[in-house]
């Protein structure tokens, strides 16, 4: 099997060989190049120890030189050259207490955490497959190298990767892995919420989201996310749905792009229904309130996980919109966009329609020609150029100043009164037709303040 090198790779390579040591591309970069994939970095294991591969270019970085890693700068493009080492005891389920370098490939990808990650290539050796990566790549298979129990208790975010590879992939868990897993999720929490963060948005935005189903099934969620058990237990006995709220949750995640604040919101856009589920006498299931309540939960979790600031608001907003009613006007659809946001609307469409299609066939056609309508609606509204917040309106706060107004809160509050009317009707929205409602308003309130 031949894989390209970029001729950046090839050359440090080439460098190292040229010097008497070995040199491969390894891990990732390997596994998505024979996918026929372009791999987003490449990285370079070599027999040479970092002080001798420092020595060979002109320019490295110390990235972490004490567990073998030197960066390798070539025209400002940096790649990661690490030597061969064989890992010691493992004291946080996370990182190696110390390395031992070695002059063994074997040795090298032998600690490595999947079979499909633990191939090397150079051009003079062709493909080194050991652990038989290309025979679970064909079986579409995540299989541990070695002892499973051995890779997680070594590395115990392994377990979320293990699943998130097989998301990526569409590749199932080999059974000994999977059972690894089930031993061991409790050891997930001794990892960093940042890595675990890190894992859940890849899988989120997987070609196979609803694999988040596996990561239930071995445990891992009972770990990094309560919340989404409580909604795989929790049914839904109600002609608009056919599945339990965690089912749901993944066949939606399934109908949006992959794009993260869309799935996250899917993710979480019922969180809140095992906290407000009610059962009434005919037995029929109901989750009044849960936008409401899923949105602080979501805000919750999320600041729990150390999501960034603009992710919590984008995903917070899409959990409490997703199920709000929206008037099948015109003035009902400026209104929703200025309530919600211009850049969360067009998110909370494309929820809905996820969410739809994750529901029963219970008067689905007659949600999606609502969906539709409003979907117009908003077309039209957006090629009209129409109003739909204060940024909008042909008038400004300078221009109530120069009407005479002192600034204050008053001036907000006059901002608002003219933006409701234009909603209502945007063909006011001219600055002499606001500029004369402002002088009524003006005089109004000042005839007022004199009679008091």
Known sequence: MRIRLPDKVHTIIETLQAAGYEAY?????????VLGRTPNDWDITTSAKPEETKRLFARTIDTGIMHGT???????????????RIDGEYEDCRHPKEVTFTASLEED??????????????????????FGGIRDMEAGVIRCVGDARERFTEDALRMLRAVRFSAQLGYRIEETTADAVKRLAPSLRRISVERIQAELVKLAV???????RIAYETG?????????????????NNPHHCYSVGEHILHSMLAVEPDKALRLGMLFHDIGKPQTLTIDEDGITHNKMHPAVGAEMTKKILRRLKFDNDTIDKVTKIVLYHDQEIALNDAGVRRAVNRMGEDIFPMILAVRRADISAQSDYKREEKLERL?????MYEDIRSRHEAVSLKDLAVNGSDLIALGMQPGRQI?????????????????NRKDELTDICRRRIKGRRISDAET
């Open 70 to 84: 030197v960066t390798v700068m070539l025209e400002r493009e940096g790649f990661e050259v690490t030597t061969y």
């Open 372 to 376: 539709d309508y409003i979907e117009r």
């Open 412 to 428: 907000g509050e006059i901002l608002h009164e003219l933006l409701e009317i234009v909603l209502e009707d945007p063909s006011k």
């Open 206 to 212: 997987s070609p196979h989201p609803d694999y988040l």
């Open 109 to 130: 990808l032998k600690r490595r955490d999947f079979t499909i990650n633990a191939m090397a290539y150079n051009e003079q050796d062709g493909l080194v497959d050991i």
């Open 220 to 236: 891992i969620t009972a770990e990094v996310l309560p919340e989404f058990d409580l909604c795989m237990e929790t049914p839904q």
């Open 25 to 33: 591309a390894v891990g990732g970069c390997v596994r998505d190049s």
